[in-house]
């Protein structure tokens, strides 16, 4: 059976002629059917690029981009994201967005059905008591729990999540990124997470594998399998050495990434050819009687040779 996703050297570039910049080049990956994988990258090397092909948001130049075999043509709803700007209908309730959702994907279910799935992936997220409520009336991590519950709610086969919680802060990051890999290792939907934090990165994925900066494109790196049991204690895993170790194999490449592919200029200073006036030596009030600069090619140096 083929991979439920496979990139084969899958290359691209935006703009054309001179402005062309390679943004990924030679990608290969191979996710299996409930894998829970982490991309990390620095921002801007092009994580959001690499989920756009695989969403069929944008095509690959050169290689392919395929899930159970065949060329992803466009998006599809076995293909949900989770964005990490929540992208919530702001006029509609928290029940509402996921129903508008459901509505589309399930429109032969009965209206019974289609409410009661609205409500189970609510609760899932816990935000039953929230169901009734704005956008506006709810906090950034409520809101990116509205997003998850969304995306699950329509059944995808995986499971793409763009920095979804960027933009909380690092207690509510916490508390989300537990609830989510509570929620796939009941449902064990295959997840692709995207993220520049390599703790967020370790604690909730079982492959990480590192998109790396380059001159020409950014590429895969050496993935790390995280070996690690499940419910993951936060707690107990960052003072863990097995973990420490894994983050510093994870941040070296990192790091080493990013100095390879900072060229190197080397410049050559002159510096200028007037040489400062000398403010000690009392000088004419008048602009016109100012000595000239005094210029460093001008200067007559002589040399002395003494014997000692
Ligand atoms: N549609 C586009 N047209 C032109 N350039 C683009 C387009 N989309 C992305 N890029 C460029 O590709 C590069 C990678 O962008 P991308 O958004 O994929 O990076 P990222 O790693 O997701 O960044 P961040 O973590 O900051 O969101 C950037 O230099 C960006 O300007």
């Known amino acids: 059976m083929p991979p439920i996703l496979q990139l084969t050297s899958a290359s691209k570039s935006f ?23 982490s991309i990390i990258g620095y921002s801007g090397t092009g994580k959001s690029t690499l989920i756009n092909l695989v969403a069929g948001l944008l095509k690959p130049d050169t290689g392919t981009a395929k899930m159970d075999g065949a060329d992803i043509k466009g998006p599809g709803p076995e293909r949900g994201i989770v964005f990490q700007n929540y992208s ?29 799935r609205a409500a189970e992936y609510i609760d899932m997220v816990k935000l039953t008591p929230a169901s009734g409520k704005l956008p506006r009336e709810l906090s950034g991590g409520m809101r990116q729990r509205v997003s998850v519950a969304r995306t699950l709610a329509v059944n995808p086969r995986i499971l793409l999540l763009d920095e979804p919680l960027s933009a909380l802060d690092a207690l509510t990051r916490a508390t989300l990124q537990d609830e989510i890999a509570d929620i796939w290792q009941k449902n064990r939907t ?12 370790l ?34 895993l960052l003072g863990m050495l097995e973990f420490k170790d894994l983050k510093l194999r994870l941040v070296n490449t990192l790091l080493g990434a990013k100095k390879d592919s900072t060229p190197v200029v080397t410049k050559k200073l002159s510096p200028p050819d007037i040489l400062p006036e000398d403010l000690a030596k009392p000088r ?7 000595p000239a600069p005094r210029r460093r090619s001008q200067l007559h140096r002589e040399e002395l040779q003494i014997e000692v």
């Open 15 to 37: 703009g054309r002629g001179y402005a062309q910049t390679t943004v990924l080049r030679d990608l290969n990956l191979t996710v299996e059917e409930g894998d829970f994988v």
């Open 88 to 116: 919530l209908l702001p006029w509609l309730t928290v029940t509402e967005n996921v129903r508008l959702a459901v509505d589309q994907i399930f429109p032969k279910m009965s209206e019974k059905e289609r409410a009661d």
């Open 190 to 201: 295959t997840v692709i997470w995207i993220t520049n934090d390599p703790d967020e990165a």
């Open 203 to 236: 604690l909730v994925a079982d492959r990480v594998i590192p998109l790396l900066p380059g001159r020409d494109g950014a590429t895969l790196g050496e993935e790390i399998t995280v070996d690690l049991a499940r419910p993951r204690d936060r707690k107990q």
């Open 284 to 290: 004419s009030s008048s602009f016109f009687d100012r």
